[in-house]
Structures are given as C-alpha cells and as structure tokens.
C-alpha cells in the first residue's frame, strides 16, 4: 500500500522528457519543506492504494509516460516496486526526488531527477552525496534557481562534483522570482554547461483528470 496525493494526465513540463502526455502518481509526505513548493497539499493529504489499483489507474489513461512525484516518492519503501511494475510494463518511468533520500534501490531502467536543492530552497544541505555515484547514464540532475548566489552555487556544485561531463543538468528559473532571460542571459554570460529548462507546465493550462 502507498499513500498517494493524486494522480493525474497531463503534459510533462521538466525533464528529457518534456512535452509527453504523462500520468503523474504524486505520493504523499515530504521530509524538506522548499522555500519555493508549490505542492504543500501533498505533505499530509492523500489515500492509501494498493500498488494494484495503482497501476490500473494508469492504464487507464493510454500513455507510456509515467512521473512518480511527491512530495518524496522515496519517503514510502512500496515505491521501488510499483516503479518495478512499471517498467516490467514497458512504461517510461521518471522518478523526481529531491537527492535527500538514497536513490541505490531505484530500478536502473527508471529515468531519475535529482532535484539539488539550492541555498534559497532552504534546504541545501539535503542532499546524499552517495546519490552521485549511484547515478547512472540516463539520470538528470535538476537545479531550481532563485537568485544569483543560487547560480553561482549551482556552478560550483556541478563542477565540484563533474557532473557537467557525466549528466544532463537543468537549471530552471524559479517561477516568479527570477526571469527566464535573466537565467538564459546567465548561462550564456557565465559559459555555463546547463541546459536551461522552463517549468512548462506553468506556463500552458491544461484541463487535468485529478483525483484517485
């Protein structure tokens, strides 16, 4: 059984993966509380569902893009199988945690976001570094900037650590506090390997089947 906020269908607006029509599967509780979150209802709402009535929910909607968010998917063990399931499905599985949790029992065929939290989240010393060696090819590390010290932070992180060379990394402005041409003006300024990503589905309305 998990504990589960909503699911949903809708456009997937982060990630490689941007632009599919997805099924969302938001679990509930989370263990960082983001300066920036705009899901504070998934801390404490939501319903138990078996990993059955899960998968069923999500064959209903006839996508092979599945995003299991939160929250913090990985706060629930039940999670790892259901994305198991999945991909024993042939469903494109992404998986968006924030790194604060351990990511080295993730199914390897799961597309996984690490989302790094910057020092204007609040909740920069989150993250669990083993995360970085238990990455693989296809996992993306996520960087939602809220200011220049944000960017700067970023930058060090990643180079710091080489990701640069061995992952996909998005930087993505924080909707409302700083502009998309301040960031683009930034990463060309800075010559920065980042690869800007807008939050898309901040940007687009779309009528979404919510509710479990």
């Known amino acids: ?17 941007v632009g599919h029509p997805t099924v969302f599967v938001r679990t509930t509780a989370c263990n960082l509380r983001c300066t920036y979150c705009d899901t504070k209802y ?24 599945v ?9 629930q063990s039940e999670v790892f199988s259901l994305m198991k399931s999945l991909c024993d499905q042939n469903f494109h599985v992404s ?20 989302d790094v939290k910057t020092p204007d989240s609040g909740a920069a010393n989150s993250f669990v570094f083993e995360n970085i060696a ?3 090819t296809s ?24 990701l640069f060379k061995k992952f996909t990394i998005l930087y993505s402005p924080s909707y409302g506090q700083v502009s998309e041409r301040w960031l683009a ?3 060309l300024e800075k010559k920065s390997s980042a690869r800007l990503q807008l939050q898309l589905h901040k940007y687009i309305w779309l009528p979404e089947t919510r509710g479990v």
């Open 139 to 162: 996992t993306e590390y996520k960087f939602v900037i809220c200011s220049e010290k944000d960017f700067d932070w970023s930058e060090q992180f990643c180079r710091q650590h080489d």
């Open 67 to 75: 995003c299991i968010t939160g929250g913090e998917p990985l706060l």
């Open 95 to 114: 998986l968006e945690t924030s790194g604060s949790k351990s990511i080295k029992d993730v199914d390897p065929r799961v597309k996984i976001i690490l």
């Open 134 to 136: 238990d990455s693989n």
């Open 42 to 65: 998934s801390y404490h709402e939501g319903d138990m569902m078996a990993s059955e009535a899960i998968l069923l929910k999500i064959q209903s909607f006839g996508t092979p893009y």
């Open 185 to 187: 003006e930034k990463i």
């Open 1 to 17: 059984m998990l504990k589960i906020n909503e699911i949903f269908y809708s456009i997937q607006g982060e990630s490689t993966f």
